[in-house]
Nanobody, 124 residues
Framework: QVQLVESGGGLVQPGDSLRLSCAAS????????MGWFRQAPGKEREFLAL????????YYGDSVKGRFTISKDSAKNTVDLQMNSLEPEDTGVYSC?????????????????WGQGTEVTVSS
């Protein structure tokens, strides 16, 4: 099974950019659909982005489309989330997840493995 560790979170100001990274170990990410989710205080977990096992397909949640970009580096076994034009509403704990199925979409219930998360705070 794959283990996932997120990094790159922190405190930023509105309008800033931040890049999160998810490092996988124990297995290659090329066997998985990889996704990013976040959970804000008092809110449900929200789907942000996914990238297919091949890297050929990406899909974004409506709230981040055009601002966030997901990418993968198979050599490093990592999946990154580039976040631009951050807003206070982007504050939350960001987690990456891996799914063995290629048909999971944004349904977090269908992802098999999760990291512990990294916290992002957007505040002036």
């Amino acid at each position: 099974q794959v283990q996932l560790v997120e990094s790159g979170g922190g405190l930023v100001q509105p309008g800033d950019s931040l890049r999160l990274s998810c490092a996988a170990s124990g297995d290659t990410i090329n066997y998985y659909t990889m996704g990013w989710f976040r959970q804000a205080p008092g809110k449900e977990r929200e789907f942000l982005a996914l990238i297919s096992w091949s890297g050929a397909n990406t899909y974004y949640g409506d709230s981040v489309k055009g601002r966030f970009t997901i990418s993968k580096d198979s050599a490093k076994n990592t999946v990154d989330l580039q976040m631009n034009s951050l807003e206070p509403e982007d504050t939350g704990v960001y987690s990456c997840a891996a799914a063995l199925s290629g048909s999971v979409g944004g349904n977090f219930d269908l992802y098999d493995y999760w990291g512990q998360g990294t916290e992002v705070t957007v505040s002036s």
